[in-house]
Nanobody, 121 residues
Framework: QVQLVESGGGLVQAGGSLRLSCAAS????????MGWYRQAPGKQRELVAR???????TYADSVKGRFTISRDNAKNTVYLQMNSLKPEDTAVYYC???????????????WGQGTQVTVSS
Protein backbone atom coordinates (compact mmCIF):
# COMPACT_ATOMS: atom_id res chain seq x y z
CA GLN A 1 0.00 0.00 0.00
CA VAL A 2 2.71 2.46 1.01
CA GLN A 3 6.40 2.13 0.22
CA LEU A 4 9.22 4.13 1.75
CA VAL A 5 12.53 4.52 -0.07
CA GLU A 6 15.47 6.03 1.78
CA SER A 7 18.66 7.54 0.42
CA GLY A 8 21.63 9.54 1.59
CA GLY A 9 23.44 7.33 4.05
CA GLY A 10 27.16 6.72 3.94
CA LEU A 11 30.52 7.13 5.64
CA VAL A 12 31.56 10.49 7.06
CA GLN A 13 34.20 11.75 9.46
CA ALA A 14 33.26 13.07 12.87
CA GLY A 15 32.12 16.66 12.61
CA GLY A 16 30.80 16.14 9.10
CA SER A 17 27.29 16.27 7.70
CA LEU A 18 24.88 14.00 5.87
CA ARG A 19 21.36 14.47 4.57
CA LEU A 20 18.92 11.58 4.52
CA SER A 21 15.82 11.55 2.32
CA CYS A 22 12.79 9.29 2.38
CA ALA A 23 10.06 9.31 -0.24
CA ALA A 24 6.69 7.66 0.30
CA SER A 25 4.74 6.26 -2.62
CA UNK A 26 1.73 4.06 -3.26
CA UNK A 27 -1.99 4.33 -2.70
CA UNK A 28 -1.82 7.12 -0.16
CA UNK A 29 -4.79 9.10 1.03
CA UNK A 30 -2.99 11.01 3.75
CA UNK A 31 0.34 10.91 5.57
CA UNK A 32 0.23 11.89 9.21
CA UNK A 33 3.54 11.72 11.04
CA MET A 34 6.87 11.03 9.35
CA GLY A 35 10.06 10.33 11.19
CA TRP A 36 13.46 8.75 11.51
CA TYR A 37 14.58 6.02 13.87
CA ARG A 38 17.98 4.42 14.24
CA GLN A 39 19.39 1.17 15.51
CA ALA A 40 23.00 0.64 16.46
CA PRO A 41 24.49 -2.86 16.82
CA GLY A 42 23.33 -4.49 20.03
CA LYS A 43 20.91 -1.68 20.84
CA GLN A 44 17.19 -1.15 20.52
CA ARG A 45 15.71 0.96 17.77
CA GLU A 46 15.22 4.52 18.98
CA LEU A 47 13.43 7.62 17.78
CA VAL A 48 15.71 10.23 16.26
CA ALA A 49 13.21 12.83 15.05
CA ARG A 50 9.57 13.06 14.06
CA UNK A 51 7.45 15.65 12.26
CA UNK A 52 3.70 15.95 12.00
CA UNK A 53 1.77 16.96 8.91
CA UNK A 54 1.47 20.42 10.44
CA UNK A 55 5.21 20.74 10.96
CA UNK A 56 5.51 20.08 14.68
CA UNK A 57 8.84 18.41 15.41
CA THR A 58 10.18 16.16 18.13
CA TYR A 59 13.85 15.27 18.62
CA ALA A 60 15.81 12.86 20.75
CA ASP A 61 17.87 14.74 23.32
CA SER A 62 21.06 13.30 21.84
CA VAL A 63 20.52 15.02 18.47
CA LYS A 64 18.92 18.32 19.47
CA GLY A 65 20.79 21.26 17.97
CA ARG A 66 22.62 19.01 15.48
CA PHE A 67 19.86 17.33 13.42
CA THR A 68 16.96 18.97 11.62
CA ILE A 69 13.93 17.15 10.29
CA SER A 70 11.76 18.63 7.55
CA ARG A 71 9.19 17.42 5.06
CA ASP A 72 7.76 18.31 1.69
CA ASN A 73 4.10 17.35 1.81
CA ALA A 74 3.66 17.84 -1.94
CA LYS A 75 6.36 15.22 -2.56
CA ASN A 76 5.50 12.95 0.39
CA THR A 77 9.14 13.21 1.38
CA VAL A 78 10.88 13.65 4.70
CA TYR A 79 14.46 14.79 5.20
CA LEU A 80 16.97 14.56 8.02
CA GLN A 81 19.84 17.01 7.93
CA MET A 82 22.57 15.71 10.24
CA ASN A 83 25.36 18.09 11.22
CA SER A 84 28.25 17.81 13.67
CA LEU A 85 28.06 14.04 13.42
CA LYS A 86 29.63 11.94 16.15
CA PRO A 87 30.83 8.31 16.14
CA GLU A 88 27.91 7.47 18.45
CA ASP A 89 25.53 8.48 15.66
CA THR A 90 26.65 5.39 13.74
CA ALA A 91 23.60 3.21 13.11
CA VAL A 92 21.14 2.01 10.54
CA TYR A 93 18.61 4.80 10.06
CA TYR A 94 15.02 3.83 9.29
CA CYS A 95 12.33 6.04 7.83
CA UNK A 96 8.87 5.67 9.36
CA UNK A 97 5.49 7.09 8.60
CA UNK A 98 1.93 6.81 9.79
CA UNK A 99 -0.17 6.95 6.65
CA UNK A 100 -3.79 6.35 5.71
CA UNK A 101 -3.94 4.29 2.50
CA UNK A 102 -6.78 4.85 0.04
CA UNK A 103 -9.92 3.00 1.18
CA UNK A 104 -8.67 2.85 4.76
CA UNK A 105 -10.03 4.79 7.71
CA UNK A 106 -7.17 4.66 10.19
CA UNK A 107 -3.44 5.24 9.85
CA UNK A 108 -1.00 2.38 9.39
CA UNK A 109 2.69 2.25 10.30
CA UNK A 110 5.21 1.80 7.51
CA TRP A 111 9.00 1.38 7.55
CA GLY A 112 11.77 1.87 5.05
CA GLN A 113 14.48 -0.71 4.46
CA GLY A 114 17.09 1.28 6.38
CA THR A 115 20.23 3.13 5.36
CA GLN A 116 23.61 2.82 7.04
CA VAL A 117 25.26 5.88 8.53
CA THR A 118 28.83 5.41 9.73
CA VAL A 119 30.76 8.18 11.47
CA SER A 120 34.49 7.62 11.84
CA SER A 121 36.51 9.21 14.61
Amino acid sequence: QVQLVESGGGLVQAGGSLRLSCAASGRIFRINTMGWYRQAPGKQRELVARITSGGTTTYADSVKGRFTISRDNAKNTVYLQMNSLKPEDTAVYYCNCNAVPIAYITGQEYWGQGTQVTVSS
